[in-house]
């Protein structure tokens, strides 16, 4: 896992970073995607989102297998949770076409602030619960999913 300013995004060895700055670079985060767009096929691509944050017990975490979520905050700021492996219990089982495997934790959780203009990513594995209201309140957040297929 990774939290950083987007601006920083080529310190990290990530793959395909190089098409995500230049996905970017050409109209910029405010000419919003029509839905999901390939970048470089099912390799790389963008999942755009506008929602009111929730309180953590309305989500669940959720694990990938095949791809790597960067998620960078356009406008709004979120909280994500990450979740321990060993305090993951499954509520479902692993949906292949989606990628994604759903579970609960109850201990073990660590909660990560992420502001517009700033990016986590998490690896194939790693428990995630995003859309999180910061202190108690929903609000709207603005964000880009990147997909990177790490397997």
């Not at 909660?111 to 790693?126: I, K």
């Amino acid at each position: 896992m990774i939290v950083d300013r987007f601006s920083n995004l080529q310190r990290y060895a990530l793959p395909m970073t190089d098409k995500i700055v230049a996905f970017l670079d050409k109209d910029g985060p405010a000419v919003w995607p029509a839905g999901e767009t390939e970048i470089l096929g099912r390799e790389l691509f963008v999942r755009p989102s506008e929602y009111l944050t929730r309180a953590p017990a309305e989500g669940k975490f959720e694990t990938h297998r095949v791809y790597a979520d960067l998620q960078y905050v356009v406008s709004g700021a979120e909280v994500m949770q990450v979740a321990l492996e060993e305090s993951c219990v499954p509520v479902a089982g692993y949906d292949e076409a989606g990628d994604c495997q759903f579970f609960r934790a109850q201990n073990g959780i660590t909660d990560l602030l992420v502001p517009a203009g700033h990016f986590a990513v998490f690896f194939p594995g790693e428990a995630h619960r995003p859309c999180c209201q910061v202190d108690g309140h929903p609000a709207p957040v603005r964000k880009l999913v990147f997909k990177i297929r790490i397997k």
